[in-house]
């Protein structure tokens, strides 16, 4: 989904119920949970969708509003009608010749936002992540950072109303654990949920700002990832930063013993629509 493409025509108004941090103060990174709530019970909002927010500029290129999407989180089915919350993690940039620190436009402007504000929000946008009807279906979720966000609501979907017994293996985390989004509510849904594994991914040098190291989590249970991978129903989620989708890929043709045979089996998955991402 390229954000030039959006159709932002239809915008309407949310209300920004509670602005949240979901990181402690001492973390590197600072991600917050908005809550807002639209006054239209009948607009559905599910995991796997995104809604969009334009800041109205004029911005230092020139543009007259600056669009960015940001996945649902927590759905209406938890929370209530017209209720949904976005998880949306403070970005800043480095430029290369000055060395200055930049705030991004819309991140920043949302983590800024006080509890009452109105916001025209558009959306939401793109497919939802389907969960199969049989609930015996194998499953491998992927959900590094800010990527948990629709997966946190699609767990709870899985074991608190679909009763689900197939197969669920997910990987989570974030650089350090204590920017691990949900990690609370992850190991209670685990807890539970007889047939879910969880691997927590953090960075084999955090003081360093290394991103995750998801290949070494994919190494470690490699035989387990491949086998379920090879299950004949396997349903792929993944949601995250665009490096999540290459280390996975690049993890993936080890434990397949080449490039070309994950690619041939990624393209079954995939040709089944049994492979779902969002990588930003
Ligand atoms: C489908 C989808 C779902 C998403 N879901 C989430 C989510 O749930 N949570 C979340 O936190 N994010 C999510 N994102 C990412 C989000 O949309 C934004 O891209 C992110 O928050 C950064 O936007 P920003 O406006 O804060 O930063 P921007 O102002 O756009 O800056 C972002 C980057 O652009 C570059 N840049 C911008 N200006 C300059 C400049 N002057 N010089 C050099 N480089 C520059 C920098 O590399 C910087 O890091 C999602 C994206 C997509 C496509």
């Known amino acids: 989904m390229r954000v030039e493409d959006l159709d932002l025509g239809t915008r309407w108004p949310a209300k920004l119920v509670a602005n949240t941090p979901l990181t402690p103060p001492e973390a590197r990174e600072e991600v917050r949970?908005?809550?807002?709530e639209v006054d239209d019970p009948e607009r559905d909002f599910r995991a796997g969708q995104s809604v969009a927010v334009a800041v109205a500029g004029p911005h230092e290129f020139g543009q007259q509003q600056h669009?960015?999407?940001?996945?649902?989180?927590?759905?209406?089915?938890?929370?209530?009608?017209?209720?949904?919350?976005?998880?949306?993690?403070?970005?800043?940039?480095?430029d290369p010749y000055s060395g200055?620190?930049?705030?991004?436009?819309?991140?920043?402007y949302l983590c800024n936002l006080e509890e009452g504000s109105e916001l025209p929000l558009a959306?939401?946008?793109?497919?939802?992540?389907?969960?199969?009807n049989d609930p015996n279906t194998p499953l491998l979720i992927i959900g590094l950072g800010t990527g948990i966000a629709p997966f946190r609501a699609m767990l709870?979907?899985?074991?608190?109303e679909r009763g689900w017994r197939g197969e669920v293996m997910l990987f989570h985390g974030a650089r350090t654990g204590l920017e691990t989004l949900y990690s609370g509510d992850v190991a209670e849904i685990a807890e539970r949920a007889a047939g879910l594994s969880t691997v927590s991914v953090v960075s084999p040098r955090p003081a360093w700002g290394d991103p995750e190291d998801l290949s070494a989590?994919?190494?470690e249970h490699r035989d387990e990832v491949w086998q379920l991978l090879n299950e004949p129903e396997i349903h792929v989620y993944m949601a995250g930063l665009t490096?999540?989708?290459?280390?996975?890929?690049?993890?993936?043709?080890?434990?397949?013993?080449?490039?070309?045979?994950?690619?041939?089996?990624?393209?079954?998955?995939?040709?089944?629509?049994?492979?779902?991402s969002l990588l930003y």
């Open 156 to 160: 709870r979907e899985l074991y608190e």
């Open 123 to 132: 959306g939401p946008m793109g497919l939802p992540f389907l969960i199969p």
């Open 67 to 94: 669009v960015r999407l940001y996945t649902i989180a927590r759905t209406p089915a938890e929370l209530g009608p017209g209720r949904f919350t976005l998880c949306v993690r403070r970005c800043t940039f480095l």
């Open 217 to 219: 989590a994919i190494r």
């Open 33 to 36: 949970e908005l809550l807002f």
């Open 100 to 108: 200055e620190r930049f705030p991004g436009i819309a991140s920043n």
């Open 243 to 276: 490096w999540v989708g290459e280390q996975f890929d690049a993890a993936l043709a080890e434990a397949a013993g080449g490039s070309e045979a994950w690619d041939a089996r990624k393209e079954e998955i995939k040709a089944a629509g049994r492979w779902m």
